[in-house]
Structures are given as structure tokens and as C-alpha cells.
């Protein structure tokens, strides 16, 4: 059987409009038909070969207009041949992403192999798919593109593993896009619904609070500590490494870098975020912040604490854990530095008993959470 053969379960216009057609919306139509009565045909093995030759006929057209035709008619189709979506996903992005977006044969090494070039527009169309498989969402997040990683985040196809729930809070947290997309999926993980709160806006919280049967009490009891406790816990993933003088800055624009969190982190022993801090809020740089909070005389820290407006009740705390930490080796591995962090809270709040109560239930808090971690990794 040949190309003859199937031919003759089309028309011969069909066949001319497509070849010599007067325009190319005139060819495009023919293309659409062509294609519907491939897709719908009971074809033998004989006749498919000969689709799958004029259907290469039609990818390879010069005219955009038609390959599109083809990317939108067969876009779902089980019939569509591996290799001719392929070479449309490699298209522009008009053929492209209708392909892309709902294609079942393309497979996720197809997927992979588009993404390592892809732009936005690919990049969202493949995060729309009925299925995302996890290692496609890693490679999503991997390109850093909001616009793709948001829509991957309100698909709930797109499966994120316990890796890209994390990475999607280290790596987006200030972007309210994407966090706020999270709160439109059917179902979230309870320690992921806790940590949205603390990122989420308002409008999207009163979403998260309908949508996955959180009590609203419960809603407004997590909240009240979570955004500094999300701005701790990526203290502790990042270490500051990527820009603490930026970070500290970005705090405060946010209004964020506030006393309590800047205690909170002090008896969590995360002394270089406390130094950025205090720089820069007593509008001094970070070298001569750090000579003033570890000077071993009574004054530096004195001078640069008064500098920083943060309340005077607070600085009996702040001098008994640094004078603590002093008195103290940072081990260098993580189970000693989980220990230490225990420690040098233990004696702060043995030295000085003042430390208010909502931080002082905080870093207590904290510490179940250094000892699972311990026995974990025992």
C-alpha cells in the first residue's frame, strides 16, 4: 500500500490545496483536514507509513501557518509519530508549545532534551503538561524562569518531590508569584502548607485557608511567628553565603530585619547575619560593626547596639549570648554546630533570664527540631 492508497480516503482537493493551495490559510485548512482524517482513520501499518510520510511532508513546510495547523490538530493525539513531535517541539514557539503543553508521546527525555535550549514560552507550555514528572520539575526550577516555575507550581501534574518543595522555598521565597501559585493545587503537604503561610500574600492566604480546610485560627496562630521563622530557616540552609550585607538590606525594606528576629538568630549562633544587622542598622560598615560586637571591652558593643535603635531591654540578651559565644568553639561539622547552637542558647538564657518569652518559647522550639535532626543523622 501506498502514499496512492491513502490517498484515496482523502480528496484530491485536499491533497491539491495542501500542495498548490492559493494562500496559506488555504493550505493550513487543507493541513487541519488532512490531518483529522489521518488521526480518525482505522489505518493498517501500510497506510500509517504513508501518514507519517505526508505528515513529515507537513512539519517540513516553509509556511508557518501550516505546521501550526498540524501542532494544533494533532497536539493530543496518540498517533502522532514520536519523531514528527519532536521536530515540531524543536520549532518556533507558535508550532511548538501546543505540542509541548499536551503531547502524550513525547516522553520526558524529549522534554529534558527541549528544556536545554527552550525559552519562557516552551518552558511554561511543558509545566502546563497533564504529567510533569519530577525530574522535568527539577530541570524547570533549574532554569530560575518565575513564569515557568509558577505555572508548574499551580499544576497539580507537576510533581514536586520533597527536593523541589524545598528548592522552590530556598530559590523563590520572595517571589510572590510563585509562592502564591502553590496555595491553586488540590492537595499540599502540611509542613508545605505552614511554610506557604509565612511567604503567601494576604488575599492568597484567605485562598490557602479555604482551599486545604486549614482552621483560621490555626491560619493566624502560624503566621504570627512564621515569617520570621521562614527567614531563620533560610539563614540556616544558606549560611548567608550569597550576599549577607544584600540580604540584611532587603530585610529591612521589607520591614523584616526586626529586633526579634535579629535575637532569635543571635541565640541560633548565626553571628554574621547579627554583624550585617547591626551595620546596617546603625549606618556603619561591616568591618567596624564587627570590631564593635566583638570587642572584649564593655563599650563596643554598647556604642554600636545604641546606634542600631533596637530596644534597650534587649541589649542584657545580646551581650550575655555574645559573651557566651565568645567562651565558645563553632565546630565545623553539622551535628557539632546543631549542638553548639543548643549550648550557647542554654547559657545565654541561664546568664540572663529576661529574654522575652516569645523568643525564648521560639529557640526552644528550635531545639526538638537540632535534636531530630541529630538522631537523623546518627
Not at 480518525?40 to 507519517?52: D, F, G, K, N, V
Not at 517541539?89 to 505540542?99: G, I, L
Request: hydrophobic fraction near 45%; aromatic fraction near 4%.
Amino acid at each position: 500500500m501506498s502514499v496512492v492508497a491513502l490517498r484515496n480516503r482523502l480528496t484530491n482537493d485536499d491533497i491539491r490545496r495542501l500542495v498548490k493551495g492559493e494562500s496559506d490559510e488555504s493550505r493550513a485548512m487543507a493541513a487541519r483536514k488532512i490531518c483529522r482524517r489521518m488521526d480518525a482513520a482505522s489505518l493498517t501499518e501500510a497506510e500509517r507509513t504513508a501518514a507519517r510520510d505526508i505528515l513529515d511532508m507537513i512539519a517540513r513546510d516553509a509556511t508557518e501557518l501550516v505546521r501550526r495547523a498540524l501542532a494544533i490538530t494533532l497536539r493530543q493525539s496518540p498517533n502522532l509519530p514520536r519523531e514528527i513531535a519532536r521536530k515540531l517541539a524543536a520549532d518556533v514557539d507558535s508550532v511548538a508549545t501546543p505540542v509541548l503543553q499536551s503531547s502524550p508521546v513525547l516522553t520526558d527525555d524529549d522534554l529534558l532534551s527541549v528544556l536545554e535550549t527552550a525559552d519562557t514560552a516552551k518552558r511554561c507550555a511543558i509545566a502546563q503538561r497533564e504529567r510533569v514528572a519530577p525530574i522535568v520539575v527539577h530541570e524547570i526550577l533549574d532554569s530560575r524562569d518565575e513564569d515557568a516555575v509558577s505555572i508548574a507550581a499551580a499544576n497539580d501534574g507537576a510533581e514536586f518531590d520533597d527536593a523541589a518543595y524545598q528548592r522552590a522555598f530556598a530559590e523563590f521565597c520572595e517571589s510572590s508569584g510563585v509562592m502564591d501559585a502553590f496555595v491553586a493545587r488540590s492537595q499540599l503537604p502540611l509542613s508545605v502548607t505552614e511554610r506557604l503561610i509565612a511567604h503567601v500574600s494576604d488575599v492568597a492566604l484567605n485562598r490557602l485557608v479555604k482551599a486545604h480546610a486549614l482552621p483560621p485560627q490555626l491560619a493566624v496562630e502560624l503566621s504570627e511567628g512564621a515569617r520570621e521563622r521562614a527567614t531563620l530557616d533560610l539563614v540556616d540552609q544558606a549560611g548567608l553565603a550569597h550576599d549577607p550585607k544584600h540580604f540584611v538590606q532587603q530585610l529591612r525594606l521589607n520591614s523584616r530585619l526586626t529586633p526579634s528576629l535579629i535575637l532569635r538568630a543571635l541565640l541560633r549562633g548565626h553571628i554574621a547575619f547579627v554583624e550585617h544587622a547591626f551595620a546596617e542598622l546603625a549606618g556603619v560598615t561591616h568591618s567596624r560593626a564587627w570590631l564593635l560586637v566583638h570587642d572584649a571591652g564593655p563599650l563596643g558593643l554598647r556604642a554600636v547596639y545604641d546606634r542600631t535603635g533596637m530596644p534597650s531591654r534587649l541589649y542584657p540578651a545580646v551581650r550575655a549570648a555574645l559573651d557566651v559565644y565568645h567562651g565558645m568553639e563553632v565546630p565545623q561539622d553539622e551535628i557539632g554546630r546543631a549542638q553548639f547552637r543548643r549550648v550557647l542558647a542554654e547559657r545565654a538564657i541561664t546568664r540572663f533570664q529576661g529574654i522575652p518569652e516569645e523568643d525564648l518559647d521560639y529557640v526552644l522550639s528550635r531545639f526538638d527540631e537540632d535534636v531530630e535532626s541529630i538522631k537523623l543523622a546518627g
